[in-house]
C-alpha cells in the first residue's frame, strides 16, 4: 500500500491575518527562527529580552524558511528538540540530556541525524528512480514482447493445422474447427494469464511513481518532524513479480485413416508456470532505462593511463567488459581469455566450438558471453561455460555482433557475392528488422569482407565502424541514416582514417579506433569530431568502456597483444 503524506503549510493556511503571539492584535511582520514565535516589530525587543540564554535569530516573516523546524520536546513542551538520542530513538531537548532517563547514552545534535536520515531517503529515491522504476518498466516490455510472440506462433500453429486439414477434405473440416478452437482458447488462456500479469506489473509501476512522488515531497519539507515519521515503501518492490513462463502446444499430425478423430493429429497440453528468478534488478544505468539524462561530464585534457594488461595473444582484436573488475578479449586464437583487470590475471578461458577464430565478442545485460563465428556462420552465446548455438546463418557470415539495452542482439554481416553489408536486428533467434539500404536505396555500408564491428548507443543508435568504407555510419533505431563520419583533419600521422573497434560511453560519445593513425577519436552523438586519445597507442583494434567511463583500448605492441586502461573524463 502507497501512503500519500499531505503537507499542510501553517504559514499560509490561517482563516484569518496572522496575528502577533505576544501581543496577539498586530499583525505578523517578523519571526523568530530561535523560538519559531511570529513577531510584530513593536514586541520585537520585548522578546529578545525573554530568555537570555538563547542566541535569538529574528527575521522577516517572509524569509522564517531559512532555519530548519525543530520538532517539540515531548517532555517539556515548551523546548524544541535539538539533539538525538541514539539508545531510545527520540529527539530531545537540552533538558532532557541532564536527566537520569537518558544518563549515559549517546546523544548526537538532531542535525546530524536528520541529515543522515535524508541520505537515506534519497538513496531509496534513487534506488526507485535508478533501478525499481525502470526494472519494472523493462518487464513490461519483456511480457509485451512475448505476447506478440505468443500471437506470431499461435498463428504459426493455425497455418500449420489449416495445411494439414486441407489433405483430409470436407469430412474432416468439423475436426479442423474443433482443433483451431481449442489453439484459440489456449492462446486467449495465456495471453489473458500474461494481460493479468502485465496489469499488475504497471500498477506497481503507477505505486512506484506514487512512491517517487511521495518521498519527493518528504524531501521537499524542512520539517524535520516529518521528515522522522516518513517511512518508504520500497522494501515492497524489491522483491521482482514472478515471471510467466510458458510453453507452446506442439501439433503433432497423423496418419490418414478411418478413426479421423485419434489420426488427424492432437495438441500437447498447455504449460504456464511461474519463475520467481525469471526477472533481475536492473544495475546499469541506461538512457533507455531511465527517464533522465546522466550529469554531463567533461573531457580530460590529458587522458589518464590507469593500467595495462598483456594478454598473451600475437595480435589482440576484441575486448568486451563483463564488469569494472573483468574484462574478455579474443585475438588471433580460438580461446576466449577472461582477466582481471585490477590484477591482470588469466581468470577463464574458452575455447569456440568450431575452433576457429572468433570474429566478435560482447557480453549481454545478464553477463553471458556472446561471440560471432563467421568461419561456420553462427552466433553463439556461452552460458556457464557451455556454448549454445543462437543463430545460423546460410550464405552469409556474421562479423560484428552486440547485445543491445533490451537484451536483443545486433549482427552486421557480410557474404562472398559482394552484396552490400547488412545489419540484421534479433530477439533470439528471430529476424525482428534488417537494416541495409538508406532512403534513396543505396548501400549504407559497404561490400566484400572487410573489419566492421558495430555497437548501440546510449540514445539507441546503431553505430557501425565501416572498414570497407573508411567511415563510421550512425543510424536511429528505425534504421534511418543520420551521419557518416570520415575523420578529422589533421590526424595525428595524417594517414587516411581507418575505424575499426567502436564503443560508445554514458554521455553517448562515439569512440572508434584509427588503426592508422595509432589514436581513439572521440566524437559526439551526432557525429562532430571532440578530440584524440594517443598515448603511446600501437595499431589500436578492440574498445570498450565500463560503467565508469574507462576506455580501454586492444592493441598491438610489440608483436604483443596488451590492453590499455584510460581515464578520459572527469569525474
Known sequence: MIYQIQIMDTRTSAQDVMRCDLCETAVVQMHCDTCLVNLCKACVGEHISTGESKDHKVVTFQSRKSTSLYPGCTIHSKERSEMYCNQCDIPICVYCITSDEHQGHNILPLM???EEKKEKIINERNELNEKIYPTYQGIASDVQNRMSQLKREYGDLSTAITKHGEDWHREIDKLVQKLKAEVDEMKNTQLQTLQKHLDEIYKSILNIKEEINVVEIVLDTNDLSKLFKFESNSYIYRNLPHRI???????IPGKIQEKLNERFGTLSLLSLTSDAHGYSMKTTLKLSDVGSSPPTRQLLDEPETVTTIDTGYG???????????????R????????????????????TTKSGKWPSDIAVTKSGDLVYADAINGTVNIVKNEKIEEVIRLRTW????????????????MYNYVYEPTKVIHYSGSTEKQTIQFDDKGKPLYSSGLYNIYITENRNLDICVSDGGAKAVVVVNQAGKLRFRYTGHTPAPTIKPFNPLGITTDGQSHILTADYNNDCVHIIDHDGQFLCYIECGLSNPWGLC??????????????????IIKFKYMDT
Open 112 to 114: 546530524q541525524v536528520a
Open 245 to 251: 513462463v510458458s510453453s507452446l502446444p506442439e501439433f
Open 315 to 329: 595480435r589482440l582484436d576484441n575486448i568486451a567488459c563483463l564488469s569494472d573488475e573483468e574484462i574478455w578479449t
Open 331 to 350: 585475438g588471433t586464437s580460438s580461446n576466449m581469455k577472461l582477466f582481471s583487470i585490477n590484477q591482470g590475471s588469466l581468470l577463464k578461458s574458452i
Open 397 to 412: 557470415r556474421p562479423q560484428g555482433v552486440c547485445s543491445t539495452s533490451s537484451g536483443d542482439l545486433l549482427v552486421i
Open 545 to 562: 568502456t565500463d560503467t565508469n567511463d574507462n576506455l580501454f583500448v586492444a592493441h598491438t605492441k610489440n608483436e604483443t597483444g596488451e
